[in-house]
């Protein structure tokens, strides 16, 4: 976990990369994904904490990081309860904590978690266009970043050497989320990867690892997750 750490401070320089950040659309003009679709990623209804949606191939875990400088709470291994959530149910997923001096914090989830001769396998999502979820925030900040590591920029993946600092630095998409709850889409072709990763590749979504929040230091944030599922077919 330490060198995790170490090596995602390359994605907090990217606030000002994309131009264009994604922003919510109103809840009223949208259909939201049901609990049972299949491409549904995790709806947080289920009583296995801390573990994404175990379909379609995947098993995966939420996790959080940050660079040790702060304080991030409640640690996101379980569900946090509210009367409602986005949909229906009865929760959703909580991060909060902020003025990290470092690099920031992180809070994401993995796709495949059964590691195969000590690697971690990854998850082919290339017949999806994308990631939706359902977001809001309690703080005046909503300013984001979101990324998807491949096998690009994580380690397993074989292409970067994480002794030497090259991993970690996956494509990202600026975020702006509303306090309220908001729909949010992020398309594979929204994704920009870093000029200095030294990767001209567009994001492999044939070979996905994992996808996080990323709030960057000196930002307070508290951020709630709920229905997060792939985009399929043209959108």
Not at 40 to 67: C, F, K, T
């Amino acid at each position: 976990m330490k060198k995790l750490v170490l090596n995602v401070v390359g994605l907090v320089a990217l606030a000002g990369l994309c131009t264009c950040p994604v922003a919510a659309n109103e809840l009223s003009d949208i259909e939201i994904p049901q609990p049972s679709s299949f491409p549904m990623i995790d709806h947080m209804e289920h009583l296995q904490p801390g573990q994404i949606l175990s379909q379609g191939d995947r098993w995966g875990v939420w996790y959080a990081v940050n660079d040790g400088t702060c304080e991030q709470t409640p640690i996101p291994f379980g569900h946090i309860g509210f009367t409602t959530d986005a949909y229906e149910g009865m929760f959703a997923l909580n991060t909060q904590g902020g003025a990290c001096s470092d690099w920031g914090a992180v809070f994401g989830f993995t796709l495949q978690e059964q590691r195969i001769l000590y690697r971690l396998p990854y998850y082919d999502a290339s017949d999806y266009e994308g990631i939706e979820f359902y977001a809001k925030v309690d703080t005046t900040s909503g300013d984001f970043l979101f990324s998807c590591h491949d096998k690009y920029s994580h380690p397993d993946g074989g292409f970067c050497d994480e002794a030497n600092g090259e991993c970690w630095m996956s494509p990202v998409v600026n975020l702006d989320v509303r306090r309220g709850w908001g729909h949010y889409v992020i398309l594979w072709s929204d994704f920009e990867r870093p000029p200095w990763s030294g990767v001209n590749e567009p994001l492999d979504t044939a070979t996905l690892y994992a996808c996080q929040f990323v709030f960057q230091s000196g930002d307070a944030f508290d951020l709630t997750v709920d229905n997060v599922s792939f985009v399929e077919g043209p959108h």
